[in-house]
Structures are given as C-alpha cells and as structure tokens.
C-alpha cells in the first residue's frame, strides 16, 4: 500500500512563493502519472498540473507561468513550485500518484495541504 504525505503549505502574502512536497511510503512496480488538484469551499476539486511517466507536463491556463511540477524518482517526492501566488490560489491542495502494481492502475491521494494567499 502507497501512502502520500504532503507538506509546505501554509499563509503567504500575495506575490510571494511556496513549495508543496509530497513523499510516497511503500512499494509499487512502475509510475504512470503524478499529479496536484486544488478544491476551494464550495468548489470542485481541479487539476492544476500533471506530470507523466515521459516527463511530459501539462498546467491548468490559470497557474501556467507561475507553477512547476517536478519530482525527485530517487526520493519518491513530488514537488509543486508556486510562484507569484494570488489570492485566487487558495485552496487545499492535493496530490495524486497513479501508478502499477501487481498488475493493475492504482490511484493513491495525499490528505491535502491548506495554502492561503493573503491579498
């Protein structure tokens, strides 16, 4: 069983930066795709940036510019880099891993992380 533990959000002032992590525990046999959703109160929960096995990224129109989605394979951590936050960016964010075991597509989600841009 995979579990995702995320951290580094919290309040910062409009303009400034943060950087999300999220660490996997456990074992699967390969990695298909990684990546971060942020829900606001009373909105769905969106993707906001994916990363593929390839390397391929792909970010929602509203982030692009000012997020980059990495990872470090040795360390099993996802990193969500947030630059030149804006109130609008608020929500909880989280992450999601989608990857093989035994043989089938699992999907495993982080228990979310609050960030909050103050105007």
């Known amino acids: 069983q995979v579990q995702l533990v995320e951290s580094g959000g919290g309040l910062v002032q409009a303009g400034g930066s943060l950087r999300l992590s999220c660490a996997a525990n456990g074992m699967f046999s390969s990695l298909n795709t990684m990546a971060w959703y942020r829900q606001g109160p009373g909105n769905q929960r969106d993707l906001v940036a994916s990363?593929?096995?390839?390397?391929?990224?792909n970010y929602a129109d509203s982030v692009k510019g000012r997020f980059t989605i990495s990872r470090d394979l040795a360390k099993n951590i996802l990193y969500l880099q947030m630059n030149s936050l804006k109130p609008d960016d608020t929500a909880v964010y989280y992450c999601?891993?989608?990857?093989?075991?035994?043989?089938?597509?699992?999907?495993?989600w982080g228990q979310g992380t609050q960030v909050t841009v103050s105007s």
């Open positions: 999601k891993w989608n990857y093989w075991v035994l043989g089938a597509l699992k999907d495993t």
């Open positions: 990363l593929i096995r390839d390397g391929t990224t």
